[in-house]
């Protein structure tokens, strides 16, 4: 099915989102939608998708135009859409969850259950996805939940299936997977619109490339384009796709891990015995495959989760009997994984989501009150200075883009005297123009002498922000390493397999 996109407009108030958009999708291609985060791609499918509706422009499908008034329209037109937060019930079956809304029936309206599940796995087998119909989803990591969401979408006879940031969760890994199976089915037909901002996923996936900048198109691209051209592109200027950075000169030990250990509810060992020391003026970095310990390392270290033994220090004080409002106040800057559950309050404006962790200190309050006008001025200081794209410092955080609201909870832990700071996928969700202002604010808070500890899934972003390299494997350090150690060695080490190990397996590879 070709889908065709013209003069497609929208806008909210005086913000124009999409200003006379025009795309053209073939049948079986996959098509990168790129731009930076607030660039109007999720606002565009949106409007393909019927849950907004265009101010001027027209939707066309095999050349015919169509109009949704909702997205159960554009799911009966042959359109599916896995969002970029996933829409699944966590206390839900894969079967039930992809059933919800369509669910089959027997006689008398109830719910066909057994159906259910041979739906799953016929469009599992149909595209070679191993997916137990009756796991929940609660259960499944997030790649076998996004592959769920792309079951649904399938199992409703999608034509055209749009992917919003889809590896923006997802391990290097479940990366790789997902680019294979998206292979597949453009191979059978199916058109895929890929929105996104990684170029790398860009150049390895799309066939046709649209590039869009502050809500119209900019251009058309190759995959054959380099990264620092679509970059340019997306950005309207070049941009370093390298982290700047001076010598490493480590001083005094800051943070001090010694023997933490750390067993989860269901008994499992998240930390297995971790000594890890980070000084002032370095970048330790911490890599591995998600799930390995590296987010409970983090909360450790905040006091979101209590160690079964061992000591945490922090410029030589004890941290472990103090609570995560009283390691805030000692100079912690936390940027959380997960920023909608742990980094923000979503009904909370901008400004006041800026001073989460200081709005009960001068200059934001006037003993038990609140001083607004202080924290509207630090807000615009702070949202010029980070480049937050939005309206108004007075909106609610939950109207900006994902990579905008990032780029809040990054501004306010970096706004303050510190003296750790924690960042755990600093850049998740966020565009390359944004990731490079990101990296060299971290950079300057190491040149500024504070320890930095950075938890990240992105293997580029390890080696271009370390000073050294911690690598984690079920819950234990295989080793730390030095900045420069090749990709090839810290993926077997991210295996399990230890770094004398790992080298001397490079070493072999590199000489056959």
């Known amino acids: 099915m070709q889908l065709e996109l013209r003069g497609v407009t929208k806008r909210f108030g005086p913000l124009v989102a999409n200003d006379h958009i025009d795309l053209t999708v073939e049948p079986g291609e996959i098509h990168a939608l790129l731009g ?19 101010d001027e422009g027209e939707v066309l499908l095999d050349g015919e135009p169509v109009r949704f008034r909702g997205a159960g329209d554009a799911v009966a037109a042959g359109i599916g859409m896995v969002h970029q937060h996933f829409m699944l019930v966590p206390v839900f079956t894969v079967a039930e969850s ?36 009756d796991a929940y989803i609660e259960d499944l990591p997030v790649g076998a939940q996004q592959r769920v969401e792309i079951v649904k979408a399938l199992s409703r006879d ?70 620092a ?11 370093l796709l390298r982290v700047e950075k001076g010598p490493y000169t480590p001083g005094e030990v800051g943070l001090s891990l010694q023997d933490i250990s750390l067993v989860d509810p269901n008994g499992a060992v998240a930390l297995d015995h971790i000594s890890l020391d980070v000084h002032a003026g370095e970048v330790v970095a911490v890599a591995g495959v998600q799930g390995n310990g590296q987010s ?13 033994e061992g000591t945490i220090t922090l410029e030589g004080k004890k941290l472990n009997k103090l609570n995560v409002r009283k390691r805030l106040d000692s100079g912690i800057g936390f940027v959380p994984e997960d920023r909608s559950t742990d980094g923000m309050v979503a009904q909370f404006s901008v400004a006041e989501n800026l001073v989460l962790d200081q709005y009960k200190n001068e200059p934001f309050a006037k003993g038990p009150a609140l001083n607004p006008s202080e924290i509207a001025k630090h807000a615009e ?37 510190l003296s750790l700071f924690v960042a755990n996928q600093p850049t998740r969700g966020v565009d390359v ?8 604010r971290i950079i300057a808070a190491r040149d500024a002498n504070v320890p930095v500890l950075v938890v990240s899934s992105e293997l580029d972003e390890v080696t271009g922000l370390a000073d050294r390299i911690a690598v984690m494997y079920r819950g234990g350090i295989v080793g730390v390493v030095p900045a420069n150690t090749s990709r090839a060695v810290l993926g077997l080490m991210m295996a399990g397999v230890p770094y004398e190990e790992a080298i001397s397996h490079d070493t072999q590879e590199v000489a056959q």
Request: charged share 25%; aromatic share 4%; no cysteine.
């Open 36 to 54: 930076e985060n607030g660039a109007g791609k999720s606002t565009l499918m949106n409007v393909l998708y019927g849950i907004y509706e265009a």
């Open 98 to 133: 992809v059933a919800l809304g369509y669910e089959p029936t027997k006689s008398g309206g109830i719910i066909d259950v057994k159906k259910a599940r041979e739906l799953v796995r016929d469009v599992s087998a149909r595209f070679g996805f191993d997916i137990d119909p």
């Open 158 to 227: 999608a034509s055209i299936l749009v992917l919003d940031e889809p590896t923006a969760v997802l391990t290097p890994q479940e990366t790789d997977e997902l680019m294979d199976i998206m292979k597949q089915l453009a191979a059978g037909g199916t058109s895929i619109i890929f929105i996104t901002h990684k170029l790398r996923e860009v150049r390895a996936v799309a066939d046709k490339i649209t590039v869009i900048r502050r809500g119209k198109v900019v251009g058309e691209a190759s995959p054959t384009s380099t990264e």
């Open 229 to 239: 051209e679509l970059a340019t592109m997306m950005v309207g200027r070049p941009v």
């Open 296 to 308: 409970e390392l983090a909360d450790v270290i905040l006091g979101l989760q209590t160690p079964d």
């Open 381 to 417: 200081a702070l949202t010029a200075e980070f480049d937050i794209r939005l309206t108004k410092t007075s909106d609610a955080i939950s109207t900006l883009s994902g990579g905008n609201q990032q780029k809040v909870v990054v501004a306010r832990e970096l706004s303050r005297n």
């Open 433 to 440: 123009g944004s990731i490079e202002f990101i990296h060299q």
